[in-house]
């Protein structure tokens, strides 16, 4: 028996000693794994959350005269080993024709902070860096020192219009259309509609005449329009508690609304929406299927050699690539069971498919199968902890074989199949490969959930986290103005599974202390 | 048995109702076992016309390879050769080859990690410790693998590629730093030497490796500049001839490695610690160090799961898709040059498969790739499967004898 | 600007109005009274209508399938259809190119967006069910650029090198293959020349076979990429590297090379893609189910007006692609009976 702890103080310490290079080798082993997940979270997170901090812009001046204003991004060495030069996110889009300027270290004359740069990001070309010199509404011209103040009042204002014109559009003009669409007499409801498009484009007027004149860092001078300016900040004279609000609304906005400029900017909401909705679905579909084949794998089945080799076979269906699932779901679930029903229900569409191409139905439906071993074990190591004793009162008193089953044995294996169901819903959360060939789609302005029948589109493509990942790093259309989001989703996909997996490792650890040591199979 | 006759229609009832439940569950639990076979039928039959009809490709263009206008006689995947008439160039052996290549350097990478974590954590750690390493290094086997292969092919890629002897200098500095650490260790005075115990070993070398990774980083410049002119990304290219791409099989070996480890891991420390503490006791009582116990004793028993797992985590390599998506270059190469790109089969069903017209030879050479990975993974994990429970089966009925 | 915009809104609203009789929201109220003509004409010329008037048939659904490209494009395209017509609501199926015309044939849609043209088997089913075949609306160009890392000197490649450098098998009929970037005549970057590409469902890859390789293979060295963006991103970061894009894709890491021989090798600018010079351009295309002498319901009628407009191409050119010019837009105008554009209105 050894005595941990004692070794070293009682001078046992020379066997110790003696273990050799090896063993110190094996640890390493250990703390690498460790360092390398370490470092692969905090990456994650730094990038990630450190993108919605307001950054300090630097005011530059190069050797030949050329200024800019931009944030520093990363700093690589020249090829032929001259140096470093250092990429510039410089925005502007509109004016310089790109967002990157790329600035060799040596050529920087001067590199300042000045505090009154500010940062305007709008509705189009993306954001603005430079000065603003004044505020001009239809009456009056704010130049100087009130012009921020001007400013800052206005998109307050703005914003307020802004929101009251979307809840407009979406509680009352959209609900008429649709209504509309469904009934042929609708000259009351076109007159409503009159009327409502009246008060939206009043309230659009409202929103147009302001304008702002800024300049850029070359000096040039240029007046935009107040309306597609849809916040503004001046991060080189903001204390740390203003940059933290700032970065919290930034952190809520990123959760909280949908993807802009073709998946590099805004937020990941209808990503979070469809994966989760697909997960659940999922869940709904491989719950109650792996239960039941784990009881009959474990309760009702003889135990022979048979049962010994679908066990098996079961258990390394969790190792059958994923792809290959995909493979299956397109094979079978969209060209096979989906064309069919499109022939059957929806001929009068054909040839455009309904069914017959992937969506939310089949996208649940493989993953089903693909995490189905994952509860089937779970399930079956619950079931197999119950000790027969438990089993055998239950049948003396009289039960039958059913109600001992769901009176006795499956409320005590209930942590297990929630352990199992919740280990799916993280596998089913990050995986990707087959949802690229059963249904999730790059862009799906449409949530599949909305207020027209059946409320609830299981033919509509969707969303989803992972392969807003995918999707972001290689389609947008710029990798590098997309990596910080790309980092950003990715912690949040992290996250998610880290607590799905965090509650299923408690629910275990709950299910082996209400259940005395572990039983191995 | 007698039954008392108010209660019969209630127990005919329950015992209907009991019945009826038996063969639902029973045709659930079949149903469901058929679905799952379902895919390897759906496969066969999906891939048997193209060996069928006359149309398709002829077989030896599946694995003989082909001249093109320079008499270059090579493998060539062009899927696109299908259509545009001549003779179709699909040839799947690069597939393969990238397939097993990717996955061989996944493992080159895991087994020694896992292995020595799971000797580590099985005979020296401190059980505290030894029961948060397992839900950790779970935590780590579920990082969701686009995630893994966005990190490898977008960030590290391109890094290695820049600091090609930095990467070396890295692999190469983090064993004999840690041998360094241990050297030193012995000359510290006892106090200290207690408090760095190799009980929590896992834990105190991580600042260690850290420091390494720093140490090296910051030397590899040095000796690039003295031995290969300041370039060895360069010098490989020009010297060696051998092609040096950002997407390459090691950065996918690291990156797979990173998600295989834990599951090889898992199943390697549970073979290790069904070992029967007898024989450990016995070896350690007759003066063998832990190590050599490990060695000598543990091993040769526990070597049948070890085997299983390691065959586990190979299947999972050779299926991962999203890593080698992102993190290689796709190209079809038969090189056995590690700094070379590769595809495998997983990531050509990946990206061909939804644009790939149903029914055409296309498609069902994607699904014949499908089918390869699931029946090489079919077979790899029944063999393991069948080798841990013979192992299982054996040391249970050892432990019954005594 | 605004006020110019609303002020000719206001003029076609009108003018619309009385020529096409007013078929408006207005009707129901009056209809059983005084026939649409009557009506049009009183509240007319009484100038009894809200000067919102042109908006009153663009509502409802606009329904378009096609391209994932231009996904990005036909959402801001919709978007500021919202703005001007608040009762206009896009339902887009971004889901490649292939389901546009599959969508015209059923019906589905009056409008596919597709990145590459008809082919002939699809618009000859096209025509076989409707009698006529699909219009074709050019809404913007892009080209493919060919693109090397910033630091690389080369200045113009000529298609053949291009063959010589991607393909495998040489269609254009170069004499040896180019493996090194000495082989092209400069000493700048040493090494071998590194090539990066998209996966063969794009339509980039498509068209960089047909004009650049003759339809050739390209060599399995090319690193495939399942996106443009990856694509540029790679050779940003590869000295060695060169590459293939779309126009909306280039960024300060790669620098554009001129395509054509040497001495008259063309830069893709604005101008030359607008007068054709540059070899590898494309068009950004929304098919219409547009019936000969007939004329598209309201609102995709409103769609196709902002396309064609100068507030519709300014998201052309935000989005990275090139507008078409005043006589471009106004003969595609004519086309679908749309006003034509004053010269004034002139676009960037």
Not at chain 1, 29 to 49: D, N
Not at chain 1, 212 to 235: I, N
Request: with cysteine; net charge neutral; hydrophobic share 50%.
């Amino acid at each position: 028996m050894k005595i941990p702890g004692h070794a070293a103080a009682t001078g046992a310490s020379r066997r110790w000693q003696g273990e050799g290079p090896w063993a110190w080798l094996s640890a390493a082993a250990v703390a690498l794994s460790l360092l390398m997940l370490g470092a692969l979270l905090v990456l994650l997170a730094t990038r990630g959350l450190g993108h919605f901090w307001p950054a300090d812009l630097h005011q530059l001046r190069l050797a030949d005269g050329q200024r800019l204003i931009g944030v520093p991004v990363e700093t690589r060495q020249l090829p032929d080993d001259s140096g470093y030069e250092r990429r510039y996110f410089t925005a502007n889009r509109d004016h310089q024709g790109g967002i990157w300027t790329w600035v060799a270290e040596d050529a920087i004359e001067q590199d300042r902070t000045p505090n009154d740069l500010i940062v305007l990001q709008r509705g189009r070309w993306g954001a603005f860096f430079g000065r603003l010199v004044a505020v001009v509404t239809e009456t009056e011209r704010f130049g100087g020192d009130r012009a921020w103040q001007a400013l800052r009042q206005r998109l307050d204002h703005l914003e307020e219009l802004r929101q009251q014109s979307e809840s407009l559009r979406r509680d009352h003009i959209l609900p008429l259309i649709r209504q509309m669409e469904r009934m042929k007499e609708h000259s009351r409801l076109s007159e409503q509609l009159t009327e409502l498009e009246q008060q939206a484009l009043t309230l659009q007027r409202a929103m147009t005449g302001t304008v702002l004149v800024l300049e850029t860092a070359d000096g040039k001078r240029f007046e935009q329009p107040l309306e597609s300016v849809l916040d503004a900040w001046h991060p080189n004279s903001m204390g740390s508690v203003e940059k933290l609000a700032h970065w919290s609304r930034g952190v809520w906005q990123f959760l909280s609304e949908g993807p802009r400029d073709a998946n590099a900017a805004g937020g990941v909401w209808p990503a979070i929406f469809g994966t989760v909705l697909m997960v659940m679905l999922m869940s709904l579909l491989v719950t109650p299927f792996g239960v039941l084949a784990a009881v009959y794998l474990n309760e009702v089945a003889h135990q022979g050699r048979l049962t010994r080799w679908v066990r098996i076979g079961v258990r390394n269906l969790a190792g059958v690539p994923s792809i290959v699932y995909g493979v299956f779901g397109l094979g079978v679930f969209v060209y096979g069971i989906g064309g069919s029903l499109d022939r059957l229900f929806y001929a009068d569409t054909l040839p455009s498919p309904t069914f017959g191409t992937g969506g939310l139905l089949w996208a649940s439906l493989t993953l089903a199968l693909l995490t189905l071993p994952v509860v089937i074990v779970a399930t079956e190591e619950g079931l197999a902890r119950i000790p027969l004793h438990q089993r055998e009162g239950a049948l003396a008193l009289g039960a039958t074989h059913f109600e001992t089953l769901t009176r006795v044995v499956l409320p005590m294996a209930t942590p297990a199949m929630l352990t199992g169901v919740i280990l799916a819903v993280a596998r089913a959360a990050g995986e990707v490969a087959p949802l690229m060939l059963v249904g999730v789609a790059k862009l799906a302005p449409q949530v599949p959930v909305d207020g027209e029948f059946p409320f609830l589109h299981l033919e509509r493509k969707f969303m989803h986290l992972g392969y807003h990942i995918y999707d972001a790093a290689f389609h947008s259309n710029d990798v590098q103005a997309a990596l910080p989001l790309v980092y950003a989703t990715a912690l949040l996909l992290v996250l998610v599974i880290l607590v799905l997996n965090l509650t299923a490792i408690f629910l275990r650890h709950y299910l082996r202390l209400r259940h005395g040591v572990p039983v191995r199979r | 048995m007698p039954e008392p006759v108010p209660f019969s229609s209630l127990h005919r009832h329950r015992q209907r109702r009991d019945r009826l439940a038996t063969a639902l569950i029973t045709a659930g639990g079949v149903g469901v076992l058929l679905a799952v076979l379902a895919i390897g039928i759906f496969l066969v039959t999906g891939v048997l016309p193209l060996f069928l009809s006359d149309n398709g490709p002829s077989l030896t263009a599946l694995w003989q390879p082909q001249a093109n206008v320079d008499g270059v006689v090579e493998y060539r995947w062009l899927p696109e050769s299908l259509k545009g008439g001549g003779i179709p160039q699909v040839n799947l052996l690069p597939l393969v080859w990238g397939t097993l290549e990717a996955a061989l350097w996944a493992l080159v990478l895991a087994i020694p990690l896992a292995l020595g974590a799971a000797a580590h954590s099985s005979l020296f750690m401190s059980p505290r410790l030894r029961h948060r390493i397992r839900p950790t290094l779970e935590l780590m086997e579920a990082m969701p693998s686009v995630v893994l292969g966005f990190i490898a092919g977008l960030v590290l890629g391109p890094w290695v590629e820049r600091h090609l002897a930095e990467t070396f200098t890295v692999i190469a500095a983090l064993p004999l730093g840690i041998l360094l650490v241990a050297g030193l260790r012995r000359c510290l005075p006892g106090a200290i030497r207690h408090w760095l115990s190799l009980r929590w070993a896992a834990l105190w070398l991580i600042p260690c490796l850290a420091g390494s990774v720093i140490v090296a980083l910051w030397g590899a410049s040095y000796w690039e500049n003295l031995w290969f002119d300041g370039d060895l990304r360069a010098w490989i290219e020009i010297h060696l001839g051998l092609d040096v791409q950002a997407r390459n099989a090691l950065i996918l070996g690291l990156a797979m490695g990173f998600a295989v480890m834990p599951g090889i891991y898992a199943l390697a420390e549970d073979a290790l610690s069904d070992v029967p503490k007898e024989l450990c006791e016995g070896a350690q009582a007759m003066g063998a160090t832990r190590w050599q116990t490990l060695t000598k004793v543990m091993l040769p028993v526990a070597l049948p799961g070890i085997f299983s797992a390691v065959m586990i985590g190979a299947g999972r390599a050779v299926g991962e898709t999203m890593i080698v998506l992102m993190a290689s270059g796709n190209t079809a190469l038969m090189s056995a040059n590690p700094l070379d790109g590769l595809r495998s089969l997983a990531s050509s069903i990946a990206i061909e498969l939804p644009e790939a017209v149903m029914g055409s030879s296309h498609y069902r050479l994607l699904l014949l790739a499908a089918l390869a990975l699931f029946i090489f993974t079919f077979v790899v994990n029944t063999l393991a499967e069948v080798v841990r429970s013979r192992l299982r089966q054996r040391l249970v009925r050892q432990r019954s004898m005594r | 600007m605004p006020m110019q915009q609303e002020g000719a809104a206001v003029v076609r609203g009108w003018g619309r109005c009385l020529l096409l009789q007013c078929r408006v929201a207005f009707h129901g109220m009056f209809v059983r009274r005084f026939s649409r003509l009557m009506q049009g004409l009183v509240l007319g010329l009484l100038g009894f209508l809200p000067p919102v008037s042109h908006a009153h048939d663009v509502l409802g659904n606009l329904n378009a399938v096609g391209s994932d490209t231009m996904a990005e494009l036909m959402l801001r395209w919709g978007e500021r259809l919202e703005q001007s017509h608040p009762g206009v609501r896009l339902q887009l199926q971004a889901s490649g190119s292939a389901s546009a015309p599959a969508a015209l044939i059923a019906g589905t849609t009056l409008l596919g967006p597709m990145s590459r043209q008809m082919l002939p088997r699809e618009r000859a089913s096209f025509t076989e069910r409707y009698g006529y075949p699909p219009t074709a609306i050019t809404a913007g160009k892009d080209a493919l650029l060919v693109v090397v890392n910033r630091h690389n000197p080369i200045e113009s490649l000529s298609l053949r090198q291009l063959d010589a450098i991607f393909s495998d098998n040489r269609q254009c009929g170069g004499e040896e293959a180019i493996e090194q970037w000495q082989q092209l005549g400069q000493d700048e970057p040493p090494g071998r020349i590194h090539l990066y590409g998209r996966n063969r469902v794009s339509g980039t890859h498509a068209m960089f076979r047909r004009i650049a390789l003759c339809g050739g293979y390209f060599r399995n060295k090319v690193n495939v990429f399942p996106g443009s963006a990856a694509v540029v991103s790679a050779v940003g970061s590869d000295p060695l590297g060169i590459g293939y894009a779309g126009l909306n894709h280039l960024t300060a890491d790669v620098h554009v090379v001129a395509i054509g021989e040497p001495g008259q090798a063309v830069v893709p600018s604005r101008q030359t893609l607008r007068n054709n010079q540059y070899p590898m351009a494309r068009h950004l295309l929304i098919y219409a189910n547009l019936p000969p002498g007939g004329s598209l319901p309201p609102t995709e009628q409103a769609f196709l007006d902002l396309v064609l407009s100068p507030s519709g191409q300014e998201i052309v050119e935000e989005l990275g692609f090139v507008t078409l010019s005043i006589p471009q837009l106004n003969l595609q105008r004519r086309q679908l009976g749309l006003p034509e554009l004053g010269s004034k209105d002139d676009v960037r």
